[in-house]
Each structure stands twice: as C-alpha cells, then as structure tokens.
C-alpha cells in the first residue's frame, strides 16, 4: 500500500512508518521543508495553508497525526490557540486537498484523543457518548468536525481517540518516572480518576486495523480495555519499578505546578473504553497494565 502519515517525526509517527516499512508499505511523510534526500516527501504547510495536491494523488491511506503538543508548556492563552489551531487547520487542509482528488484515498486515519470526554467520574465512556465539557472536548469536536470534507467525498474516515500512551521512548510515562524512580513518587489528588493508557505497539497495532478494517469508521477508542484508577496505576508503576509509592502529590500542587492543564490532564478522570475495536476484532498485544508497562519499561 502507499501510505501517506503527518506527525511522522513523532512518538506515534516515528513507530508507524518502521512497522509499515517493515511490511513493505511505500511511506510517504507529510513535511514543512524536503531535502534533496527525500524521495518520499510531500510539502505541506498547515499555517501557510499550503499542501502539494498533485503529489497526494496514488495513496492508499492517509494516516494524520500533526498536531502541537497538549503536554509542553503551561496552558497560555497563545499555547492553547496553537493546540487549536495547529489541529483543526491542519485537518481541514489537508480534508479539502483530499476531498479534491480525481482519486481519493479509501481511508483517512485523522487522530483525536480521549480529551472529547472531558472529566467523566467512574462514568463508561464508549464511542456513543457525548462530549465533555471544557477547553479538550471543545477542541477534540472541532478537531474531528474539520475532516468532514474527506467523509462527504466518500472517505472512510476513523478519529481513534487515543489515550494516554505508553512508551520509554516519549509521551506521558518518561515524565513520570523520575520521582518513581527516586522513591518519592505517589498517586496525583484523589488517586480516584480513571487513566485510560494504550501500550504504544497496540497503537500502532489499532492504527493499521484501522487502514484495512473497512467496517471501522468514525470515533475509536484507542485504548486498552482496562483503564485505572490513578491509584492502581501509582501501585502497579512502582511495583514493576520496585519502589515504594507513599508521597501523593494534592491537587493543589499539581494546580500551582501546570495551572489549567493540571485539571485537564492529571485530575480529570476518564474511563474510557475500546468498544469499537472489540466488536471488530482487535486484540490487544498488552490489555492490562502491569505487561505493558513491564514490556515498556523492559522489566
């Protein structure tokens, strides 16, 4: 298949085209500035709204995962217009230039997070639910509304709602792991909010179901079938660590660290779970938490 992947400089990214290079897949990654060595580039521009349309003709499926970063930086009225805008742009364009192929591809993998759900108590949350509230659920919705031009094409279009991921090699865990790895770490508030985390070899595992799963369209949720407490998560990251997990970190200090993005990120809880995946018959690599985070973590 020919393949084309935004983000593919990312944690996610970066993994996707090994495995599909691996397979023999021809990988073509959505870039700012192509250099003379790369043959399998294509130009694109989300903030000059610039995209080289001619070259997205031939592909199979278009794997979009470009966005800023939720994580770096505290939540600044510009950073959160970058998180926004750098998604929602970024998708339209790339949605119309699709859209106006003379052959589209079947498929457009576009990325969203489980941020739609906002903060759910011990609520389920499957695909069917409605957004949350705040500042997340509003960009998530936004995020997924601007593919819409791709899906009135005719386009399978599947938003995988991913989760926390799960990886030595970046993302949510590597920031965790130095109290943890000191002895001091602990649960975050309560310790009751639900975390919904995918190992990052079942992401890449959903993603490619995803591309060649005709049935699967619209939301997924793209994480592991048991989410847990913050609690849970604490005991079980310093038992495959060896290190005690008695020093909690109050809400309030979590407050006065990130600000804003303290409440969306640590102390929202979202119990978010796979329901289109199973039914369509994905199974998980790692379902529980304890073997991902020891294949992770190699322990």
């Known amino acids: 298949m020919k393949i084309a992947i935004t983000g593919a400089s990312g ?26 060595a790369e043959t399998d580039a294509i130009a694109w521009d989300p903030n ?15 794997v979009h995962l470009a966005g800023e970063s939720i994580a770096s930086g505290r939540w600044t009225h510009e950073k959160k217009r970058r998180i926004l805008d750098s998604r929602v742009k970024g998708t339209r364009l790339l949605a119309e230039a699709l859209a106006g192929l003379e052959a589209p591809p079947r498929c457009l993998i576009s990325a969203s ?9 011990d609520e389920t949350l499957t695909e069917d639910k409605p957004p949350g509230a705040g500042f ?10 601007a593919a819409q031009p791709a899906a009135a094409r005719g386009m399978r279009v599947v938003f995988p709602r991913i989760g926390i991921v799960l990886s030595s090699s970046g993302g949510a865990l590597p920031r965790m792991l130095p109290p943890f790895q000191m002895g001091v770490g602990g649960k975050i508030g309560s310790g009751r909010q639900y975390m919904s985390w995918i190992d990052l070899d079942d992401l890449i595992g959903v993603i490619r179901h995803a591309i060649q799963t005709d049935p699967l369209r619209g939301p997924v949720n793209a994480v592991a079938p048991n989410p847990v407490p913050n609690e849970e998560f604490t005991r079980i990251l ?7 997990t008695l020093f909690a ?13 303290a409440d969306a990120l640590l102390l929202a809880s979202a119990r978010v779970i796979p329901a289109a995946l199973e039914r369509s018959g ?3 690599r790692y379902p529980q938490l304890e073997a991902s985070l020891r294949h992770v973590l190699n322990r």
């Not at 000059?48 to 278009?62: F, H, K, M, N």
């Not at 997340?136 to 509304?145: F, I």
């Not at 970190?249 to 993005?261: K, L, S, T, V």
């Open 48 to 62: 000059a709204g610039t995209i080289d349309r001619d070259a997205l003709e031939g592909l199979d499926a278009v």
């Open 238 to 244: 310093g038992k495959v660590l060896s290190r005690p």
């Open 136 to 145: 997340l659920p509003e960009v998530c919705v936004q995020w997924e509304s």
């Open 282 to 284: 994905y199974e998980f």
């Open 249 to 261: 970190m109050p809400a309030f200090a979590a407050r006065i660290a990130m600000g804003e993005m």
């Open 11 to 36: 944690l996610i990214g970066s993994a996707l085209v090994v495995s599909l290079k691996s397979d023999g897949h021809h990988v073509h990654r959505l870039v700012r500035t192509i250099t003379p």
């Open 113 to 121: 997070a489980i941020g739609y759900y906002g903060n759910r108590a």
